[in-house]
């Protein structure tokens, strides 16, 4: 399933911007040479959602979900590691198609409004998820799709993705 979403969601699109539109997928938010002042917004966002990160956690219906390598109870640190990275790997992929294709790429015809466009596909992958997550993806989905728009990167929306799975991950395995 990773492997598919991040064939789906990163090559498919760069070509298509590639070959398809003639243009630099650079110009699509796959830059990450971002200002100092940048990477302070990111740690920001990042530092936010910790203690939402903290308290969904602590619910069981988060834990129903989390974390999603579900033999990761029983794995070697070694398996762990490699699925947490490919699952991170995912994150850079979602972050390229719905902030990078859509939310930049739209935005240089529609302005502003492919933020929303974006919006709800995006929302849409997370019906499978606990119903606060799948409602904070629409709030997360405009202020990363607003933040690409304004940077011309998909930098923070890949930190503060990461960050938040990575830190989901690991609270629900001690959690649990």
Not at 151 to 158: A, D, E, H, L, Q
């Amino acid at each position: 399933m990773l492997f598919r979403s991040i064939m789906l969601y990163l090559p498919i699109p760069m070509l298509i911007v590639r070959f398809g539109f003639g243009q630099r997928v650079r110009d699509y938010g796959w830059r990450f040479d971002v200002p100092l002042r940048h990477w302070a917004l990111y740690g920001g966002m990042l530092l936010v959602m910790m203690p939402i990160v903290l308290y969904a956690a602590s619910r069981p219906d988060f834990l129903a979900v989390y974390p999603f390598y579900r033999a990761a109870y029983v794995a070697s640190r070694d398996t762990v590691l490699a699925w947490e990275l490919a699952y991170l790997t995912q994150f850079l992929a979602l972050e390229f198609f719905f902030r990078g294709f859509l939310a930049i790429g739209l935005g240089q015809v529609l302005g502003r409004a492919a933020v929303w466009i974006a919006v709800v596909p995006y929302c849409m992958i997370h019906y499978h998820k606990p119903l606060p997550e799948a409602l904070a993806a629409i709030v997360a989905g405009v202020i990363l799709g607003e933040v690409a728009q304004r940077t011309r990167s998909i930098t923070g929306g890949v930190v503060v993705h990461t960050g938040v799975a990575l830190t989901m991950d690991m609270l629900a395995l001690r959690l649990r």
